[in-house]
T-cell receptor
Framework: DVKVTQSSRYLVKRTGEKVFLECVQD?????MFWYRQDPGLGLRLIYF???????EKGDIPEGYSVSREKKERFSLILESASTNQTSMYLC??????????FGQGTRLTVV | DQQVKQNSPSLSVQEGRISILNCDYT??????FLWYKKYPAEGPTFLIS?????DKNEDGRFTVFLNKSAKHLSLHIVPSQPGDSAVYFC????????????FGTGTRLLVSP
């Protein structure tokens, strides 16, 4: 079974802090994604990566950056956390068009 | 601009009856559609998919129907079970090779005993 692991289930950070969300997958997938889920808005794509050191902006990249130094690891960085970045963050990986496999999510609260 | 829309935020169904979840899309370039199920405090899990070359795909109690002319798809669950209670997300992609999924806003299904 594919396993996508996010480093934290719950995180509380202060406004202005730099925040790192880590995601690791164990199935050698080429594609990795970061989404955020907010009530009434569904899942929105922040960034994705289709290869090591490659990244593409999604629909809502402002205030975020990403890093993919190794194939199995995709990190989401909040450069200066703000309260409107309080959300559920979901990492996913995929190999083919059959769909993405998601991690368990990180509930981030920025105070 | 919401390219994938789920206009019903919630749906309540009795156990044993049929659940029908609907999804509309606007981008005619989408060629692959998926349904994901999400329990609270967990990531979404893949449920069923359909390619644009088909109009129906069935997997056990779950069937997805695609009407390309209407840009509409639906998920049928028969018979519904209490364990099906979750949020269901419709998603679509253009097969560019990146499998970038565009999600709807979700429908919360409650199946009561």
């Amino acid at each position: 079974d594919v396993k996508v692991t996010q480093s934290s289930r719950y995180l509380v950070k202060r406004t202005g802090e730099k925040v790192f969300l880590e995601c690791v997958q164990d199935m050698d997938h080429e594609n990795m994604f970061w989404y955020r889920q907010d009530p009434g808005l569904g899942l929105r794509l922040i960034y994705f990566s289709y290869d090591v050191k490659m990244k593409e902006k999604g629909d809502i990249p402002e205030g975020y950056s990403v890093s993919r130094e190794k194939k199995e690891r995709f990190s989401l960085i909040l450069e200066s956390a703000s309260t409107n970045q309080t959300s559920m963050y979901l990492c996913a990986s995929s190999l083919s068009v059959e769909g993405a496999f998601f991690g368990q999510g990180t509930r981030l609260t920025v105070v | 601009d919401q390219q994938v829309k789920q206009n019903s935020p919630s749906l309540s169904v009795q156990e044993g009856r049929i659940s029908i979840l609907n999804c509309d899309y606007t981008n005619s370039m989408f060629d692959y559609f998926l349904w994901y199920k999400k329990y609270p405090a967990e990531g979404p899990t893949f449920l069923i998919s359909i390619s644009s070359i088909k109009d129906k795909n069935e997997d056990g109690r779950f069937t997805v129907f695609l009407n390309k002319s209407a840009k509409h798809l639906s998920l049928h669950i028969v018979p519904s079970q209490p364990g099906d209670s979750a949020v269901y997300f419709c998603a679509a992609s253009v097969n560019t090779g990146f499998q970038k999924l565009v999600f709807g806003t979700g429908t919360r299904l409650l199946v009561s005993p």
